[in-house]
């Protein structure tokens, strides 16, 4: 295998690599479908439009609904008993406050003067510097002798062992090419019949005729015709409401 590196900038695109000089183009035959080949056999008779609920469906009749009896309101002559439980029940108790446990506070006047000393005044013992030492005390001292050694301890200590590469477990597969050509044609090929397609209805254009004058009427007056039908009844029975005066 060749291995090809190119280094891109910019909007610079590499056209070189390993898939378009190494790999070739293979041909293979297609294997036939197990599915079998679907003929279409049109019915000629006619269409029935009869469906398994118009067939299997039975009308029952269906009973009106039970009315019960119209119950009439009487309200009571009897007044209102505005007392509750609570009230007729509940027995006053005269209890005794609870004492506080917390001991009292007694303030504690000092008659003599405040003394304005604080802590770090009384604690707060000076200290004695250290001696600055000047840039002449250090011409005594002796530089060492050679020049100076770049090495470091990791360089000096590092030891490099040679890795072994290591193998794969995968069998080695050979590519063979293929003798048979490739079949190009497709079961939708082969299944697929063309239909026929209906011709698209062309509406008439209606020719717009402007009004002479306000009419006042809408095109929903104008062209609605009313239907003559019977008001359907409620199911619900009639409610009489009395009011108590």
Not at 48 to 54: M, R, S
Not at 61 to 75: L, T
Not at 107 to 113: E, I, L, Q, S, V
Not at 201 to 210: A, G, L, N
């Amino acid at each position: 295998k060749q291995w090809y590196q190119r280094r891109v900038r910019g909007d610079e695109k590499c056209l070189i690599s390993e898939y378009k000089n190494v790999y070739t183009g293979k041909s293979a035959a297609k294997t036939q479908p197990i599915k079998p080949s679907v003929v279409l056999n049109p019915d000629p008779s006619p269409f029935a439009k009869d469906t398994t609920t118009n067939l299997a469906y039975i009308a029952h009749q269906v009973h009106p609904p039970k009315q019960r009896e119209k119950q009439v309101w009487i309200p009571s002559t009897v007044p209102l008993e505005s007392a509750t439980t609570v009230r007729d029940h509940y027995v006053k108790h005269n209890a005794s406050p609870a004492k506080s446990t917390r001991p009292e506070m007694s303030f504690n006047r000092n008659a003599g003067k405040i003394s304005d000393v604080t802590s770090h005044r009384a604690d707060y013992t000076p200290k004695q510097a250290d001696k600055v030492v000047k840039a002449s005390d250090y011409s005594s001292l002796t530089c060492v002798p050679g020049s100076f050694d770049a090495s470091t301890t990791q360089k000096s200590d590092y030891i490099k062992y040679d890795t072994r590469p290591r193998t794969s477990f995968t069998p080695h597969r050979e590519y063979k090419n293929p003798t048979v050509p490739m079949v190009d044609t497709t079961n939708h090929k082969m299944d697929y019949q063309a239909w026929e397609m209906p011709k698209k209805t062309v509406r008439k254009s209606i020719q717009f005729v402007p009004t002479t004058g306000k009419t006042g009427t809408s095109t929903f007056q104008t062209d609605f015709t009313g239907k003559t039908g019977r008001r359907p009844s409620p199911c619900l029975p009639q409610v009489t409401v009395l009011w108590v005066t």
